[in-house]
């Protein structure tokens, strides 16, 4: 990769950074991290990842802050999804220590490439865990390996924070109602890539997708979480199919700072009707705010931002958030882990 990089044009593309990490799981325990500059990885063709989906994944956030420190954003609770996400699918679970001392090993082994303050862009991790045993009867693993990459990244949306319509269908769920939806394996997204494609066909920035039981109660939007302001309230969905995100978490968190109060419940898809702001959350977007939701089903629009504008509770809700993980406010809620560079 070139020295020169300009920071600010950076989108949410991938760059590979100049090392990753990866450790691998036999005999029953973890081994020695060990440092590669290669970008593929060689797997038996049989591996239980390839055939049978035996993957599970994460995403964080590194970020150079106004003060010179460079911080993790709630490293610890990628740490613990990706244990739940790996013991679902019945695969060896990392320790909540191997993957934070891996993420301190990967920022300070790449240290050239996270983007420096001021540039709005940021050093994104993508752990994953593998199984790699040979198989094939459908048979789990009993090897794996945790793989770290990275690369820095810039905004999510091109548009930045402006917002964009959604739609709704019935045609397509991103999971099944008592299947994988709360965590973070890498089958999920596989469908989810059809109905996101009918939906930016479509004009629309993602699905926002209807439980997959009854088909009434909102879910997720695309690859990240829902939540809408109304009147004082900041609501957001609670179902079983949903991925516990750590940006809604911490929005909710906020939230109750900025006097809300913050109510995690089924929402019936009508009620978007009385909504006054609504935003998708993530750790790649952050928040994106929604203009409209539309039913492609039933041809009903529900109209959430009628001047286009970003709502002002969505908009303090993501400048407070960032302001804490670019170093600007005090943390305190301790979120962020400074990482010395030496
Ligand atoms: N929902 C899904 C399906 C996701 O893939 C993600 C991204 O990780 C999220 C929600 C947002 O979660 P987080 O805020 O922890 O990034
Ligand atoms: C997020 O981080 O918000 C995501 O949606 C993750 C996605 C890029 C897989």
């Known amino acids: 990769m070139d020295n020169e990089i300009d920071w600010s044009s950076l989108t949410f593309d991938y760059t590979p950074a100049d090392f990753n990490l990866r450790c691998h799981f036999r005999d029953g325990e973890w081994g020695e991290i060990e440092v590669s500059t290669d970008n593929e990885i060689s797997l038996p063709i049989a591996a239980t990842c390839l055939h049978y ?25 990628n740490a613990r999804r990706i244990i739940d996400s790996a013991e679902a699918v019945i695969m060896a679970p990392v320790t909540v220590d191997l993957f934070c001392r891996m993420v301190e ?21 993508r752990p994953v865990e593998l199984g790699i045993t040979p198989q094939i009867a459908v048979r ?10 990275a690369s820095p990244v810039g905004p999510y949306f091109r548009e930045g924070f402006c917002p964009t319509p959604i739609c709704v269908t019935r045609r397509y769920d991103r999971v099944a109602p008592c299947g994988t939806g709360r965590w973070k394996v890498g089958g999920n997204y596989a469908y989810s890539l059809t109905a996101g494609k009918m939906a930016h066909e479509l004009g629309y920035s993602s699905v926002l997708y209807l439980d997959p039981k009854e088909k009434k109660y909102l879910d997720e939007c695309g690859p990240a979480n829902f939540f809408a302001i109304k009147g004082d309230t900041y609501i957001t969905p609670k179902s079983d199919s949903i991925l516990p995100s750590i940006t809604n978490m911490s929005f909710m968190q906020l939230a109750r700072d900025m006097g809300l109060k913050v109510e ?56 407070r958030l960032r302001a804490i993980q670019y170093g600007e406010q005090p943390d305190t809620h301790g979120w962020t882990t400074v990482i010395d560079l030496d």
Do not use: W
Request: hydrophobic share 45%.
């Open 264 to 319: 995690q419940r089924r929402i019936l898809l009508e009620e978007l009707a009385e909504v006054d702001e609504a935003a998708a959350c993530g750790t790649a977007a952050v928040a994106a705010p929604v203009s409209r939701v539309d039913d492609l089903d039933t041809g009903r629009s529900y109209v959430i931002s009628p001047d286009n504008r970003p709502g002002p509770i969505t908009t303090e809700l993501y400048h």
């Open 140 to 149: 789990h693993s009993t090897e794996f390996v945790f793989i770290m990459m």
């Open 105 to 125: 090993k990967i920022v300070r082994l790449n240290a050239r490439l996270i983007p420096p303050y001021g540039t709005g862009a940021s050093f994104y991790i």
């Open 53 to 77: 989906g035996q993957e599970v994944f994460e995403g964080l956030k590194i970020f150079a802050g106004a003060d010179g420190h460079v911080r993790a954003f709630r490293m610890a609770d």
